[in-house]
């Protein structure tokens, strides 16, 4: 059974600091992994999908990095802002099920 | 550009009482989700539906049910509504394979009183 872990469960930093979301998982047969942002009483939102044979992907501020091996990912985010505060939330598709299993989420804060 | 509809957006029952929530997508998907989203324990998995015609178990479908329409509908049904159901519901929908982001519906806000 494929679990999702996300640590820290929260995190507050000051503006403009460089920060690290983790996302370990248990089966690393996936097909890919992605990052999605959710505001509080909206939807998700995805930022980025990082495919099984690849090792990272960036959008402008953000940079996600695969280790399939290892069943580990992390989010980067440069320059934090009071705007990118949100629940972050990755996700993993595949494996022996071909499904979309996500994990608990990290709440970030960026303080102005 | 409308994605994946999901409605109703709120939704007040009694307990024992039955509803449908509806979801529909317009990306030509095979794959359709249902979540449910509870504080501190981010999405689980309710059901799913890998194509047309399909539906298996996710990680809670206990005192769900689910019809995959069509293509494009996924509908998640509470016959007997309980307290234990009131959360944020979500359907989701993607292509199957390594480069398919999955969309995601604004949600349904359900209290079961």
């Known amino acids: 059974k494929q679990e999702v872990t996300q640590i820290p469960a929260a995190l507050s930093v000051p503006e403009g600091e460089n920060l690290v979301l983790n996302c370990s998982f248990t089966d690393s047969a996936i097909y890919n992994l992605q990052w999605f942002r959710q505001d509080p009483g909206k939807g998700l939102t995805s930022l980025l999908l990082i495919q099984s044979s690849q090792r990272e992907q960036t959008s402008g501020r953000l940079n996600a990095s695969l280790d399939k091996s290892s069943g580990r990912s992390t989010l980067y985010i440069a320059a934090s802002q009071p705007g990118d505060s949100a629940t972050y939330l990755c996700a993993v598709y595949g494996g022996a099920t071909n499904k979309l299993i996500f994990g608990t989420g990290t709440l970030l804060a960026v303080q102005p | 550009n409308a994605g994946v509809t999901q409605t109703p957006k709120f939704q007040v029952l009694k307990t024992g009482q039955s509803m449908t929530l509806q979801c529909a997508q317009d990306?030509?998907?095979?794959?359709m989700y249902w979540y449910r989203q509870d504080p501190g324990m981010g999405l689980r998995l309710i059901y799913y539906?890998?194509?047309?015609?399909?539906?298996d178990k996710g990680e809670v479908p206990n005192g769900y049910n689910v019809s995959r329409l069509n293509k494009r509908e996924f509908s998640l049904r509470l016959e007997s509504a309980a307290p234990s159901q009131t959360s944020v519901y979500f359907c989701?929908?993607?292509?199957?394979?390594?480069?398919?982001?999955?969309?995601f519906g604004q949600g349904t806000r359900l209290t079961v009183v």
């Open positions: 539906s890998a194509s047309e015609g399909t539906t």
């Open positions: 989701a929908s993607s292509e199957q394979g390594a480069n398919t982001e999955a969309f």
């Open positions: 990306m030509n998907h095979n794959s």
